[in-house]
Each structure stands twice: as C-alpha cells, then as structure tokens.
C-alpha cells in the first residue's frame, strides 16, 4: 500500500533549515509532535543547494513555516541577501523565521533584529537561542505557538503503510488488516472482512498493534464509520485500561517516537524523491507532480 502526495502534503509543517542540532537536538521534533506540531530538519549537503531544497518545499507543500539558521556557513551563500530576495519572491505565501545563536553583545542583536523583522518584514521572529539547550526547547515551543504552526489537529496522524498492522478479536473471530493512518489518540482502518460488524460506540478490547516492529496493545471505540465501494472505513479512538479516553501513559511515551519517525519517513521520502529529480536535471514544476503518484 502505498501513500499518495496529496496525503503527504496536507497539514501545516515547519521545517528548520541548516538547524545546529548542539542548540537544536533532533529528539525535540518528537516531543513537538506530540504537542501537535509537525517539524522537519533539512540538513546542508553536497549533492544539492540549499536553496534548491527550500524550492522543492516550498512548491509541494502549500502551508509551511520556515526557520533559517543564519549562523550555519554555506559556501556562497549570504544568508541576508538569500533570505531577503526570498520574501520578495514568495511574498506573503510563506511564513519565515530567523535562528541565530546568542549574541555577545546587545547592541549586536539589536541590529540583527532589526534587519531582519524591520527591514526585511520576516514574519515568524528573530529567535536568540541559549547555548543551554535545554532552554531552547521551550523558547521554540513558544515560537511555535504564536505562529499557530499546530493547525487544525491537536493530535497529527501519521499515514500507515503495510507495516503498521492490527489484529482483534470480536464476536468470537480473529481479525487482521492494514492501518490507514494513527495518532496518539486515534487511527483508522478499512473493514478488513464481512464479519467486522462494529457497532458504533462499541468498545473492542485489546487491539494488537504492529507499527514497524514496534509492538503495543490498546482498547478502542469505534467513533466514526464512513461506507466504502465494497468496505467501509472505522474511525477508533484509544481508551486506556481504565476506560479514559487515550493510551495508557507507558504506551503513549514509547509510541511517540515510532510514530515520529514514520510520519517523518514519509515526508523524507517523498523530499529525497524529488531532490534525485533535481540531481538529474528534471525537468518541470514540482508544483505540477501528480496527486495520485505515490512513494
């Protein structure tokens, strides 16, 4: 089963382009997706322009936040003229941060700001980061928020593939099938068989879960049914073991990595996809790719 891009793209994501991962780590972009919001690193490499990179995102995906790490060294590249020269071509279709590492002075961080907020018009803030990382996390978590880089859903779905499986058993039968997409708090499938007569608002008790080789076990409400040609699609929300709604608090801190990293599998992917077009001097619109084209 593959995803297509349409899904990919939907949703509002952030990426950090050329973050310093010692101010930055990359175990933050879990603990962000779990406060819903959908973050990207995009690291400088060799094969393919920085720029080239902010390109193809920007093409594909309709409804981004993009933060630049201005103390990041790129040959040939001046951050403040690439940055300014992007605005103007972009106009108000994009959202643009600035990441800089504290300053000596603040007289120093004052010009800085004011180049970029007041001059420039950068719209997502110019972010100071601590040389504790420790108090990044929450000074980005802040930023996030007032951007509302959250969007519409409190809790981002990862779309499945054939590796993420599901086994029940209801009314006496053994069920199996594919999931369609998860979340911390939901995730839906196509009725894997006749037999499957879910009643709305049921509860069925202890789902078994494979996403990737990761492994867990949950309750689950069918919330929404939407009828297919030939199955229908089942909406289930997770109860935990004492009928609240959600995952018991082991399985939600263990799944949050395993879900990260297939939502961020999906969107990397579909990325270096178009980078290898790049690199072989494709020729077209990222903007025209076919919806129905899958990776």
Not at 237 to 263: C, E, H, W
């Amino acid at each position: 089963m593959g995803i297509s891009v349409k899904e990919i793209v939907t949703g509002r994501k952030t990426f950090f382009i050329t973050p310093d991962t010692s101010l930055l780590p990359e175990t933050y972009l879990e603990d962000y997706f779990a406060l819903g919001y959908e973050c990207y690193f995009v690291e400088y490499d060799k094969r393919i322009r920085i720029e080239k990179k902010v390109d193809v995102i920007l093409s594909l995906f309709h409804d981004v936040l993009i933060f630049f790490n201005i103390d990041y060294n790129i040959p040939d590249l001046d951050w403040a003229t690439y940055i300014k020269n992007l605005i103007e071509s972009y106009s108000n279709r994009t959202s643009i941060g600035i990441l800089y590492t504290k300053r000596q002075s603040k007289e120093e961080r004052a010009r800085l700001e004011h180049k970029f907020l007041y001059e420039m018009g950068v719209q997502c803030g110019c972010i100071q980061l601590e040389y504790q990382k420790k108090q990044n996390f929450e000074l980005i978590e802040k930023i996030l928020y007032a951007n509302q880089a959250q969007g519409r859903r409190k809790n981002i779905r990862a779309l499945c593939t054939n590796s993420c499986t599901f086994t029940c058993n209801h009314a006496g039968s053994s069920h199996t099938g594919v999931l369609q997409d998860i979340s911390l708090s939901h995730f839906s499938i196509i009725s894997p068989d006749n037999n499957f007569a879910v009643q709305l608002y049921e509860k069925i008790s202890d789902f078994h879960f494979n996403i990737r080789g990761f492994m867990f076990r949950s309750d689950a409400v069918l919330i929404m049914e939407r009828p297919l040609e030939y199955q229908s699609l089942m909406v289930f929300a997770f109860v935990t073991s004492t009928g609240a709604n959600g995952l018991d608090q082991r399985v939600n801190q263990l799944l949050i990595p395993n879900i990260y990293k297939l939502m961020s599998s999906n969107c990397s992917n579909l990325l270096n996809q178009l980078y290898r077009r790049l690199e072989l001097n494709y020729v077209g619109e990222l903007e025209e790719l076919d919806d129905s084209e899958v990776i």
